[in-house]
Each structure stands twice: as structure tokens, then as C-alpha cells.
């Protein structure tokens, strides 16, 4: 099993409040709470350097705070332009009250 790496504790993120991170080895990070489950996604916009998480949340979506492009949270796929390539996304464990991901092995 892949080592996990704890990035927050679930109390740390609210419904539709992303919260950014910075966990040593990774890119900065977002970590997002919909419908009480938890996601995390690289918090760079594909399109430009605009934080995802000085955007807005709302529906398992997040605006990206320029040009009004957006993600789906859950599967890093565009929903609307300008936003065209993918953002990452991180496969979340939660334990307890953490919430932990995968450490990137041989990741791109
Ligand atoms: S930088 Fe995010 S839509 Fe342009």
C-alpha cells in the first residue's frame, strides 16, 4: 500500500470553503468537502496562475477566480472556458478526523 501523507483534519474544510495546502513534496494543493466527502485537486488553474481556492464552490464545481473557468471537483475535468486541460487530482484516505493522501511515487 502506498504511504499516505496527512494534509489536514476534516474539521479544517467547510461545505463550498476549499481550503489550500502546502504539503512538502507536492504542489500547492486544494482540498474540498461536497456532500460530506473529500477531495483534493492541484489548487493551480490549469489556463493561468489563479489559486482554486481564492475562487467559488458551489455544486461539486469551483470557479477558478479568472476568466470564469471552472472544474468539477470530484474528476478535475473543465466545465467551462477557458479551461480546457484537466486539473489533477489526488486520491483521498480520510482516518479519523485527518485526511490524508497518497504519496506521489514515480508520479508526473
Ligand atoms: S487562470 Fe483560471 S480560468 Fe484563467
Known sequence: MADLVKICQKSDVSEDEPLAVNPADFPALAVY??????FV???LCTHGNALLTDGYQEEG??????????FN???GEPTAFPCQVPVKTYNV???????????AINDS
Not at 61 to 70: L, N, S
Not at 93 to 103: A, F, P, Q, R, S
Open 73 to 75: 471537483i470530484k474528476t
Open 93 to 103: 484516505v480520510v482516518k479519523g478526523d485527518d485526511i490524508l493522501i497518497e504519496k
Open 41 to 43: 485537486t492541484d489548487n
Open 61 to 70: 464545481v469551483i470557479e477558478c477566480p479568472f476568466h470564469g473557468g471552472a
Open 33 to 38: 468537502q461536497v456532500d460530506g466527502d473529500y
